[in-house]
């Protein structure tokens, strides 16, 4: 490995980048390697990128991308980490990859590392270097407004709906009522530690994505953060729950917030592909577990769009001890465009 180069991506490599995605991704049409908006908003820190790239010969040889939560507030700890698109061309150069991992790793010395939307054939390789990897919980809760189902797939499942809670509100927060409403407090909870900021830049000033950022109340006390992104296909909506901060218990009262979204958009269902919560927590939520109803179909793939259960996973590695780790679509690389036309 003497004759391998590894450092750092910079502004004046984006193309050699880009035509290195385009020979070796394992599909073709990748969007960045054919559009440099997304890659500079998710990746680009000053005079480089949070990428680190292995070369032989001045060519790349592998690349491994990394999203420090300081990436969108640069107040947060360096210390929490999602890793991100790796590639290395196979079967040539041993221990690229792994020299790759270890290059981010000293860099950010992580105390949390996440990945979402893990390739089954990188779980052994994650396990090996310490990650837990799990199957991602995926729920859902359908629309009593809609008499047919056009992107969800429901057939004669019978759907059952709770009792309003008549104390339970919403706020949707911009970023100017945002820092009014919740101190760094609210984000205690949970790992990886958010705060205002991250959400601004990461969901309300996102340049792609029009997200919704609600603020749930009970008996006018804020008691949750939920996150919502509307997807729509031809003329049919969903929405997506990519994010949530806020305890166990107050998780329940999502569902009221949820069927009042449901009835506004018109939407067919609200679903949210999460690892932290319980299943209990959801059934006791309101929500259909996917995985125990075999008729029913809820996609995840949109850009393009794909009509068929796929199972999504994650793995993570933590140092924080007695501290509740969540993690959601919204998370690292879960929840970007994959094609230059957004619904924004």
């Not at 837990?132 to 189902?149: A, P, R």
Request: proline content about 3%; glycine content about 4%.
């Amino acid at each position: 490995m003497s004759n391998i180069n590894f450092g750092k991506l910079y502004p004046h490599e984006i193309k050699k980048f880009q035509k290195f995605i385009s020979k070796y991704w394992i599909k073709k049409n990748h969007i960045f390697a054919k559009d440099d908006k997304i890659f500079n908003w998710q990746y680009r820190k000053n005079s480089s990128y949070n990428f680190f790239t292995a070369k032989k010969n001045n060519n790349l040889i592998g690349v491994q991308g990394f999203i420090p939560l300081k990436h969108f507030d640069k107040s947060l700890n360096n210390n929490q980490i999602f890793l991100a698109f790796r590639r290395v061309i196979e079967g040539k150069h041993i221990g690229v990859g792994l020299k790759l991992h270890k290059e981010v790793f000293e860099e950010c010395k992580p105390k949390f590392a996440g990945i979402i939307v893990v390739d089954k054939e990188t779980h052994n390789f994650l396990r090996w270097q310490g990650f837990k990897v799990e199957k991602m919980d995926h729920h859902v809760i359908l629309s009593q407004f809609v008499n047919k189902f056009k992107i969800a797939k429901v057939n004669k499942l019978k759907i059952f709906y709770k009792k309003k809670n008549k104390e339970v509100s919403f706020v949707k927060l911009n970023t100017k009522n945002i820092k009014l409403l919740l101190d760094s407090k609210f984000y205690d909870v949970q790992i990886p530690l958010k705060s205002n900021n991250y959400i601004i830049n990461r969901y309300l000033k996102h340049p792609f994505y029009k997200y919704l950022v609600l603020l749930i109340m009970n008996k006018k006390i804020p008691k949750a953060l939920m996150v919502i992104r509307p997807i729509k296909i031809n003329d049919n909506l969903i929405l997506r729950f990519v994010d949530f901060i806020g305890t166990s218990q107050s998780f329940l009262l999502t569902y009221d917030v949820s069927i009042k979204l449901l009835q506004q958009y018109k939407a067919e269902y609200i679903d949210i592909c999460s690892y932290g919560i319980s299943k209990n927590t959801f059934k006791k939520a309101g929500f259909i577990n996917r995985y125990e109803k075999q008729s029913l179909v809820i996609p995840s793939h949109f850009e393009p769009f794909q009509r068929k259960n796929i199972d999504i996973f994650c793995a993570f590695k933590s140092n924080y001890k007695n501290k509740i780790i969540r993690l959601f679509k919204g998370d690292g690389d879960g929840d970007r465009p994959s094609t230059l036309k957004t619904n924004k």
